[in-house]
């Protein structure tokens, strides 16, 4: 759940800061553009303005009684549900980042580890991507890195994310949660997802009444995930400025929607 609004209560002192880093790192990209964001706009960039060069073309064609047939429009793939082992450092740092304003956050990453007790195989890690075209991460967890329930294993499940889960996948894990009386499932995230909305509220809190675990990341969860997560080649993980007043902002907006 990629974040796209702000608060309007509480933390002047962080909102400001934030939004002045958030400035300065958004005019920085514009400079800068990352592979998969120059990708991006290039198919933009190169394949629009040919679209509607060639659909002025047929529209005049038309108009002078041409029947010349119309260009197929170009559908780019969709995107699809990512999932490995470790993520990149850049989108890490990025998506990762515990900031109120997070424009061009527009996916979400899941860090996941499980535990199926005594029994099983091991301990099962990796991350999964999204871009909300196919399904959310959370959903996807469940198809692809669980899709089979043994209720005779104990599953011992941590997720850390980017951002909160939406109303729709809150009450959807609510329900897993409910049918699978072994699943213990904890939710660290490093954002709370448009926060103030009442669905959003409810769906949190449907959450936890089902036995979920919900806490904001800590400063210390950012450097485990940062080891455990990332492609880093041994490099040091170093955390922002306002990291953990954020993490306190984050969490006392949490804490009272669940109380």
């Known amino acids: 759940m990629a974040d796209r ?10 909102r400001l800061t934030v939004r002045k880093k958030e400035k300065a790192e958004n005019e920085a990209k514009k400079e800068e553009k990352t592979p998969k964001e120059g990708e991006k706009a290039e198919a933009n960039g190169a394949s629009m ?13 038309t108009a002078n009684g041409d029947n010349a047939e119309k ?6 793939p969709p995107f699809e ?20 304003y997070s424009s061009g956050r527009n996916k979400t990453f899941l860090c996941y580890l499980v535990d199926q007790g005594p029994g099983a195989s091991g301990l099962l890690r990796g ?12 959903e996807a967890f469940f198809q692809q890195i669980l899709p089979d329930y043994d209720p005779a294993l104990k599953y011992t499940i941590t997720w850390y994310m980017s951002s909160s889960p939406c109303a729709a996948c809150a009450a959807k894990l609510a329900e897993i949660l409910k049918a699978r009386k072994s699943v213990r499932l904890s939710i660290f995230s490093a954002r709370l997802f448009e926060w103030e909305e009442p669905e959003i509220q409810a769906g949190l809190k449907a959450l936890a009444a089902a036995g979920c675990k919900l806490r904001m990341m800590k400063p210390l969860d950012f450097t485990y995930t940062w080891d455990t997560f990332v492609e880093n080649d041994e490099q040091t993980f170093t955390l922002w400025e306002d990291c953990q ?3 306190e902002y984050y969490q006392d907006k949490l804490t009272d929607i669940l109380q």
Do not use: C, W
Request: charged share 25%; no cysteine; glycine share 10%.
């Open 81 to 100: 549900i990512i999932t490995g082992d470790r993520m990149d450092p850049f989108f890490y740092r990025f998506q990762f980042k515990n900031v109120e």
């Open 5 to 14: 609004k702000s608060s309007s209560s509480g933390g002047v002192s962080s």
């Open 49 to 61: 303005p040919a679209e509607n060069g060639e659909a002025a073309a047929s529209n005049g064609a």
């Open 245 to 247: 007043e954020n993490y």
């Open 71 to 76: 260009p197929e429009p170009m559908e780019l």
């Open 127 to 138: 991350v999964i991507e999204d871009e909300h075209a196919t399904g959310h991460a959370e």
